[in-house]
T-cell receptor, first 114, second 112 residues
Framework: ETGVTQTPRHLVMGMTNKKSLKCEQHLGHNAMYWYKQSAKKPLELMFVYSLEERVENNSVPSRFSPECPNSSHLFLHLHTLQPEDSALYLC?????????????FGPGTRLTVT | SQQGEEDPQALSIQEGENATMNCSYKTSINNLQWYRQNSGRGLVHLILIRSNEREKHSGRLRVTLDTSKKSSSLLITASRAADTASYFCATGLSGSARQLTFGSGTQLTVLP
């Protein structure tokens, strides 16, 4: 257990559905991240929330919409996805503003778009 | 192109042998980290080395960093079957040290 939980662990959705992924961290961190991991590709950073600032990877399509209501919770809202969006979506957290740079990852949500 | 690239892409060794994985990167970094991922799971942080450090140890792990060659290596000594996993290097760039860029990883298989 890393202190970062993700729900659901598995999700199958059609291209016209709307769903949300949830992440919660119990580590008292103040930065949270969404990553996409596709087969045979490096982890792709999608979004960062840090000290109420949002950093976005410009290559992420608008059908992915993040929400960070507080420092412990992070959501990824999904709508009208494409089959190529099928991947493992990982959430991570870290403590911004200290000399500690390591990130703590959740177990991921395996998303399949049909 | 990606910042970190691991070599080899796959490595298979016998239990008890040492495993060495390499990582190369392109730009100046603040820190370099190694993570481990068991199949289909989240990543687990193993070790971090800062740009002003050359070598670091943690248990059976030894990491080296050569900033002149922009490369790092991860050595796992006396490997065990439980070390079977994918290993990733991740670089924190100067100026945005907390945003990590990951490589594609090395798949390590330790045969019992």
């Amino acid at each position: 257990e890393t202190g970062v939980t993700q729900t659901p662990r598995h999700l199958v959705m059609g291209m016209t559905n709307k769903k949300s992924l949830k992440c919660e961290q119990h580590l008292g961190h103040n930065a949270m991240y969404w990553y996409k991991q596709s087969a045979k590709k490096p982890l792709e950073l999608m979004f960062v929330y840090s000290l109420e600032e949002r950093v976005e990877n410009n290559s992420v399509p608008s059908r992915f919409s993040p929400e960070c209501p507080n420092s412990s919770h992070l959501f990824l809202h999904l709508h009208t996805l494409q089959p190529e969006d099928s991947a493992l979506y990982l959430c991570a957290s870290s403590q911004y503003g200290t000399s500690s740079y390591e990130q703590y990852f959740g177990p991921g949500t395996r998303l399949t778009v049909t | 192109s990606q910042q970190g690239e691991e070599d080899p892409q796959a490595l298979s060794i016998q239990e008890g042998e040492n495993a060495t994985m390499n990582c190369s990167y392109k730009t100046s970094i603040n820190n370099l980290q190694w993570y481990r991922q068991n199949s289909g799971r989240g990543l687990v942080h193993l070790i971090l080395i800062r740009s002003n450090e050359r070598e670091k140890h943690s248990g059976r792990l030894r990491v080296t960093l050569d900033t002149s060659k922009k490369s790092s290596s991860l050595l796992i000594t006396a490997s065990r079957a439980a070390d079977t996993a994918s290993y990733f290097c991740a670089t924190g760039l100067s100026g945005s040290a907390r945003q990590l860029t990951f490589g594609s990883g090395t798949q390590l298989t330790v045969l019992p």
